[in-house]
């Protein structure tokens, strides 16, 4: 099993370039979502779908795009990557079912933007 | 609205002593509560969640954290520090919103040999 995919693990952009970080869960999750981690502020939600089709920003949306047309996948576009979106990204989900909202999380992608 | 304060970014503690990490929550609705560990180079995991059941909750790696309403914490402790809890750690909690986690700062947790 698994679990919670990243693709790539590891990325350099230059600025203005577009990019889109991949996320794929097999444990038929409806919830799931795209957080950044910067030292010292914690992880920062971006984005966050329910289900497939529905998609809602979260703290730090600006500059991030998503979409959501499978239950499996949720990937994330940088269309124009700026040197603030150097970060570490991670992908997380949760199911519908649970009656915690424990997240399970992929191991994350890190991005340097030039 | 939902926060976390984590308090101390950096926690050393020697090994075999008490671990003690802070959590202070706001949550305009009854919580659930949670502490993640991140090793290195590592995505995040679970410990522990407090979901209403008991106010005591018993994690992995003996790790546990007592909810306290009246204090809005949700502290973490260990009675005995191993060298293999050199990680970091952190609180957060799910309060209104659909699935919606907010997550503290971190404590980056040193173990001295």
């Known amino acids: 099993n698994a679990g919670v995919t990243q693709t790539p693990k590891f990325q350099v952009l230059k600025t203005g370039q577009s990019m889109t970080l991949q996320c794929a869960q097999d444990m038929n999750h409806e919830y799931m979502s795209w957080y950044r981690q910067d030292p010292g502020m914690g992880l920062r939600l971006i984005h966050y779908?329910?289900?497939?089709?529905?998609?809602d920003q979260g703290e730090v949306p600006n500059g991030y795009n998503v979409s959501r047309s499978t239950t499996e996948d949720f990937p994330l576009r940088l269309l124009s990557a700026a040197p603030s979106q150097t970060s570490v990204y991670f992908c997380a989900s949760s199911g519908r079912t649970s009656d915690t909202g424990e997240l399970f999380f992929g191991e994350g992608s890190r991005l340097t933007v030039l | 609205a939902q926060s976390v304060t984590q308090l101390g970014s950096h926690v050393s503690v020697s090994e075999g002593a008490l671990v003690l990490l802070r959590c202070n929550y706001s949550?305009?609705?009854?919580?659930?509560l949670f502490w993640y560990v991140q090793y290195p180079n590592q995505g995040l995991q679970l410990l522990l969640k407090?979901?209403?059941?008991?106010?005591l909750v018993k994690g992995i790696n003996g790790f546990e954290a007592e909810f306290k309403k009246s204090e809005t914490s949700f502290h973490l402790t260990k009675p005995s520090a191993h060298m293999s809890d050199a990680a970091e750690y952190f609180c957060a909690v799910r309060g209104g919103g659909y699935q919606k986690v907010t997550f503290g700062t971190g404590t980056k947790l040193q173990v001295i040999p």
């Open positions: 949550s305009s609705v009854p919580p659930y």
């Open positions: 407090y979901t209403s059941a008991a106010t």
């Open positions: 779908s329910v289900g497939a089709g529905i998609t």
